[in-house]
């Protein structure tokens, strides 16, 4: 098992575990998506965390040294246009990765990051996570272009993260960038000491999870959804949202204790 997925009341963890450097494998890509499937369909759970085991990396990226199998013609084509023929088959490239980066999510995750976070381990960061926590030691990148593998931009949408030319400069260059760096163009909320990485992390998800969950769900898929919205259409979905939120916390019994938390006024 090297992708482990435990959860602590309303928060589940997400942790990496592959060796030192933790390069992800299209089996790790398979045992993520369905943890995060499980992570959104369980009612019990309202934040994630999303992390690497170890000091030396979060993910360096795609495994690239065990060697794939090899596809020709047809079945090349095939696999590439229909990945998941057969579930229960042996997951090869491209696999359930694809299927991750589709994925709608409206439960938010946290990421906690130590030591080198390159390649794909940077577009799930990116992708997966919501707010960020890094350790001093972190180190970020998108290296692709150097071996003639561009693309990596767009997989991870860094221009919805990052203002347009430290976007560009990091991926044009493909250089890492260290934690001080991330957190000054904000690809970071915080930067901590390493060994209080996870802790930063759950004290922060701790603090998300004392809102009921169907606020935490109207919230995430708001900010998501009206992200590709004019203001006019966001507007609306905004308010469609609240007001079915309202209807069903009432008819449900899940209101909010205005008195108990200090708020007059519902």
Request: hydrophobic share 40%; glycine share 8%.
């Amino acid at each position: 098992m090297k992708l482990i997925y435990e959860t602590d009341g309303e928060i589940a963890t997400f942790t990496i575990e592959n060796g030192k450097v933790n390069p992800l494998t299209p089996e790790i890509h398979k045992q993520l998506h369905r943890a995060l499937q499980d992570f959104q369909r369980d009612r019990n759970l309202k934040v994630g965390i999303l992390t690497g085991a170890g000091d030396r990396a979060f993910s360096a990226g795609d495994d690239l040294k065990t060697p794939r199998k090899a596809l020709e013609g047809e079945d090349r084509v095939m696999r590439h246009y229909y990945p998941h023929i057969n579930e229960d088959e042996e997951p090869n490239y491209p696999g359930w990765e694809r299927e991750i980066l589709r994925m709608k999510r409206f439960k938010p995750i946290i990421g906690a990051v130590k030591g080198w976070c390159l390649g794909q381990g940077m577009i799930y960061l990116l992708h997966l996570t919501d707010m960020r926590i890094a350790g001093k030691s972190a180190k970020f990148g998108l290296p692709e272009i150097a071996y003639g593998m561009g693309g990596a931009a767009g997989m991870a949408r860094i221009y919805r993260h990052l203002p347009r030319a430290e976007a560009m400069k990091l991926v044009m260059t493909g250089d890492p960038i260290d934690a001080a760096e991330a957190l000054r163009i904000h690809l970071v909320n915080e930067v901590v000491d390493d060994q209080d990485v996870m802790a930063r992390a759950r004290a922060l998800a701790a603090r998300i999870a004392r809102h009921p969950l169907m606020a935490i769900r109207t919230e995430m898929e708001v900010f998501v959804r009206c992200e590709d919205l004019d203001s006019d259409n966001a507007y609306a979905l905004t308010d469609h949202m609240f007001r079915l939120q309202r209807v069903v916390s009432s008819t449900q019994n899940w209101e909010v204790d205005f008195k108990t938390k200090g708020v007059k006024g519902a």
